[in-house]
């Protein structure tokens, strides 16, 4: 499981920035081991090539009940109206990332060739509208005062 998140998490560098250089790909996976082994695990990759060979060995979730119905899950979560055209962009770029195989073991529509430009430009919009919105001032000082009053009340 370490090694799947490791993996997904340079294969959306890949894609969506920071761009990292083999480098920085392997000193992240460096980093990651060392959380990896204060978490208990035993023998985590220590660069980017073995994270992604861990992932190739391994037997696909997704040919299992428990697998897909987390994939459906994910798909489907219970979410207010107005929050569903976002998030559903964020998990077609999510599926997007899967190998074609894998979405299909899922049970999961793969993002086919001529839809993965649109994808891929819709997702870079929303993560820099997220980015602006984060960093408004109004909204960083409002974000302050909730965190304020909840930590004032318990």
Request: aromatic content about 6%; glycine content about 4%; proline content about 8%.
């Amino acid at each position: 499981m370490h090694a799947t998140l490791v993996d997904s998490a340079l294969a959306a560098a890949g894609v969506y920035g920071p761009r990292l250089t083999p480098r920085d790909r392997d000193r992240y996976v460096e980093e990651m081991a060392k959380v990896a082994h204060r978490l208990g695990v035993t023998d985590p990759p220590l660069d980017a090539a073995s994270a992604a060979a861990v992932i190739t060995d391994t037997t696909a979730v997704g040919k299992t009940r428990r697998g897909r119905d987390l994939a459906w899950l994910l798909a489907l979560p219970p979410l207010p109206f107005w929050l569903r055209a976002p998030y559903g962009v964020l998990f077609a770029s999510a599926v997007d990332l899967l190998p074609r195989a894998c979405a299909v073991d899922l049970g999961l529509l793969p993002v086919w060739s001529p839809a993965r430009p649109a994808v891929r430009a819709s997702t870079n919009v929303l993560l820099q509208s997220a980015t602006v919105a984060a960093s408004w001032r109004p909204a960083r000082h409002a974000l302050a005062r909730v965190a304020r009053r909840n930590f004032a009340s318990s």
